[in-house]
């Protein structure tokens, strides 16, 4: 989501199968009971054990250890029909109040956006199982799946404290698979966006971030939202503009939800559609709001975008033309009608 060249840091979301580095951790209790009930059942069904394991754990440097057990890589499970296996009740699990919870487990990274694969900026619970408690002012469902042992979960909480950032709801230590009493904002899973809008009126929200930091434009940032809720990172801008749930959807998204945009030609192009980079990695991925062409030639184009080093920015661009990065796909809002 950063400016499409060869210093742009990262679109900070992913939609694929993620892989996180992890250590062994002793479990809670509640976990505990679940094994044990669980494994047998399991057995029977033919599901093997590791398909119920790893997620967000990580190292300082290298491969961490516990207990004389090297760190693996796990692949994550995102198959909303997988088998799991979730507790109801409150079995031995301490249930926390208002915006206060326990943890369980060691070495959980904290992220910097709601997505796995986004940059690490902490971690809880880094020398002892459960020794930090954490405080999140809200949640967001990704809708990616997200599995450690028995529990599995889609949300990713925003904490402020330990550590400010995004930790996946799998380590904290209650049964829900998401935050009691804790807002939920729209995430990664299936926005949608505000029905109607003019492509005049999205231009006009696009301009507001190159003034409303007294003045000037709003810096970048994956870890960050503006003062109105929205991620200031590209995808998170486009959002904006169009008005789609904070914090915002990804790129990803932004091309691939039908719900949001559709698939045009280059010729199609008008003010308030899309050009969005939606392959590779978070090192990749940007998206951009065109305005108008420059010329008759359609040479290139002057466009709205968020992008690294900078901010907000509204200049010339040749992404997807002919001479330009052909990653680029031109997509059409639906919420315009036509």
């Avoid at 020794?131 to 042992?149: F, N, S, W």
């Avoid at 009493?181 to 006009?204: F, T």
């Avoid at 010729?267 to 998206?287: Q, Y």
Wanted: hydrophobic content about 30%; some cysteine; proline content about 7%.
């Amino acid at each position: 989501m950063y400016e499409h060249s060869s210093t742009h840091p990262a679109d900070t979301t992913s939609p694929a199968d993620r892989t996180a580095p992890m250590t062994r951790h002793p479990q809670s209790p509640f976990r505990r009971t679940v094994w044990r009930t669980a494994l047998p059942a399991v057995a029977a069904a033919g599901i093997s054990v590791a398909g119920f394991t790893g997620f967000a754990h990580g190292s300082d440097v290298g491969s961490a250890t516990t207990g004389g057990h090297f760190a693996t890589a796990t692949e994550l499970s995102h198959d909303s029909s997988a088998r799991t296996v979730r507790a109801t009740g409150t079995g031995s699990v301490r249930q926390a109040a208002a915006a206060d919870f326990p943890t369980w487990g060691t070495r959980w990274v904290v992220h910097a956006t709601a997505d796995a694969g986004s940059p690490a900026v902490g971690m809880i619970n880094k020398t002892a199982p459960g020794q930090d408690r954490i405080t999140a002012d809200y949640q967001v469902d990704t809708g990616l799946k997200v599995c450690e042992g028995s529990s599995c979960s889609t949300f990713m909480a925003h904490l402020t404290g330990p550590v400010s950032g995004f930790l996946s709801v799998v380590a904290v230590d209650i049964p829900q698979d998401r935050l009691p009493g804790v807002p939920v904002q729209g995430g990664g899973g299936q926005p949608q966006p505000q029905p109607g809008g003019s492509r005049e009126e999205m231009l006009n929200r696009a301009a507001t971030w190159l003034t409303a930091n007294n003045g000037a434009q709003v810096p970048y940032s994956q870890a960050k939202v503006w003062k109105d809720g929205y991620r200031q990172d590209c995808s998170g801008y486009v959002s904006m503009a169009l008005g789609l749930p904070t914090p915002g959807t990804n790129t990803v998204g932004l091309a691939t939800n039908r719900g949001i945009t559709r698939p045009i030609s280059v010729g199609e192009l008008k003010p308030g559609d899309l050009l969005i980079d939606a392959s590779g990695d978070n090192n990749t991925r940007h998206v951009v709001i065109f305005e108008k062409w420059n010329n008759d030639a359609h040479s290139s184009y002057t466009a709205y975008e968020q992008r690294g080093d900078h901010g907000t920015d509204h200049r010339t661009l040749t992404y997807g033309l002919p001479g330009g990065d052909a990653e680029f796909k031109p997509y059409r809002p639906v919420k315009f009608g036509d």
